[in-house]
């Protein structure tokens, strides 16, 4: 997906800077950002995940030439990895602070949502009560 560049007003552009910056320093925020690198760099995960789509790729391999055994095969063995790594406390950290930031991002997004529409209300009341 394509991000279009909006043109602001100076006084929006600082506010949204000023939002920006508060959202990133978060401690929700900082918090998910720090275990997303954990989980980015650690060399064990990589290699699962690695693993988990070389046994899939099998997978569909064996059942493109008809070889139900080894395709049921490899997928119980793809399955057994996803399932270590679903578990692996890494991940489950990982899971729970994406879970918290996107909470928060979505409580920001409802409260500017509330006020945008509240300030838009009251002008266009103004403008009837003017007329």
């Known amino acids: 997906m394509e ?4 043109q602001y007003e100076e006084t929006i552009q600082l506010a949204l800077d000023n939002l920006l910056e ?3 320093d978060n401690e929700i925020i900082v918090s998910y950002k720090q275990i997303a690198e954990k989980v980015d760099q650690h ?3 990589k290699q699962m995940v690695e693993e988990i789509k070389a046994l899939q790729k099998d997978a569909v391999q064996f059942a493109h030439y008809d070889k139900p055994e080894a395709e049921r095969e490899a997928i119980r063995l793809a399955d057994a990895k996803q399932k270590e790594f679903d578990e692996h406390p890494l991940v489950i950290a990982y899971r729970e602070k994406l879970v918290e930031a996107n909470d928060l991002l979505q409580h920001v997004t409802h409260s500017l949502e509330k006020k945008v529409n509240e300030g838009l209300e009251e002008e266009l009341n103004k403008a009837v009560e003017g007329e």
């Open 43 to 45: 060399e064990g995960l």
């Open 22 to 24: 508060k959202i990133s």
């Open 3 to 6: 991000e279009r560049e909006f």
